[in-house]
């Protein structure tokens, strides 16, 4: 099982340990004891970056394991990594927005269902509660304003394997993506839309 490091922390270099390294059709596969890379999915796109002097093109889970596809190979043993930085931050805040968006909903008794966290498609989607009050845009871009502005800090648990991550006093949700350390760091998040069909309501939303 490839240990995930960026479950509690958020560095972006690393010094990692390469067990394996594969062809793979024009690429190489390869797969380290522990990553900083986060690979796509839970509506997170993956990490890019390089370990060593070669690229890492893109991150995916398999199995229990993490395998990175580089343009070159690299060779067992120690290795350096970094994430592109730009790339994480983009993606970092994207979900920690999906993240207070899926709060508003639950407080009007909505539940999510599903979410993406890509740039120039965040969406989420949600269910009615027995308790559902009607959801509206404007009352909705107020309170996450204000949650942006107290700066609420993220707090994460990590036990036996399951890890939560929430904001000041909001419900933490089971997660495995990556967020800001504080919601000031968002910036401004803008609701664009809702829509509702067939019994589901989805939020598109984007960042400034």
């Not at 959801?135 to 609420?152: H, P, R």
């Given at each position: 099982?490839?240990?995930?490091?960026?479950?509690?922390?958020?560095?972006?270099?690393?010094?990692?340990?390469?067990?394996?390294?594969?062809?793979?059709?024009?690429?190489?596969?390869?797969?380290?004891?522990?990553?900083?890379?986060?690979?796509?999915?839970?509506?997170?796109?993956?990490?890019?970056?390089?370990?060593?002097?070669?690229?890492?093109?893109?991150?995916?889970?398999?199995?229990?394991?993490?395998?990175?596809?580089?343009?070159?190979?690299?060779?067992?043993?120690?290795?350096?990594?970094?994430?592109?930085?730009?790339?994480?931050?983009?993606?970092?805040?994207?979900?920690?927005?999906?993240?207070?968006?899926?709060?508003?909903?639950?407080?009007?008794?909505?539940?999510?269902?599903?979410?993406?966290?890509?740039?120039?498609?965040?969406?989420?989607?949600?269910?009615?509660?027995?308790?559902?009050?009607?959801?509206?845009?404007?009352?909705?871009?107020?309170?996450?304003?204000?949650?942006?502005?107290?700066?609420?800090?993220?707090?994460?648990t990590l036990e036996d394997g399951s890890r939560e991550v929430g904001f000041g006093d909001l419900p933490a949700y089971a997660c495995g993506g990556t967020h800001v350390q504080t919601l000031g760091e968002l910036g401004r998040v803008t609701i664009l839309a809702l829509s509702e069909k067939k019994g589901a309501l989805s939020?598109?939303?984007?960042?400034?």
């Open positions: 099982m490839t240990e995930r490091l960026f479950f509690t922390h958020d560095h972006l270099t690393a010094e990692l340990e390469v067990l394996s390294c594969t062809p793979h059709e024009d690429q190489f596969a390869v797969v380290l004891q522990s990553t900083i890379f986060h690979p796509q999915g839970g509506g997170q796109p993956f990490d890019t970056g390089t370990l060593g002097d070669s690229n890492v093109l893109r991150v995916i889970q398999e199995a229990d394991r993490v395998v990175h596809y580089l343009d070159r190979p690299v060779q067992p043993g120690p290795i350096s990594a970094r994430v592109d930085a730009q790339r994480r931050a983009l993606h970092t805040r994207l979900h920690s927005a999906g993240h207070l968006i899926g709060n508003v909903g639950e407080i009007l008794g909505w539940m999510p269902i599903k979410a993406h966290h890509w740039p120039g498609e965040g969406k989420i989607t949600f269910i009615r509660g027995e308790t559902a009050q009607a959801m509206d845009a404007e009352a909705m871009q107020q309170q996450i304003n204000q949650w942006i502005a107290a700066d609420c800090p993220r707090h994460m939020v598109r939303y984007s960042l400034d």
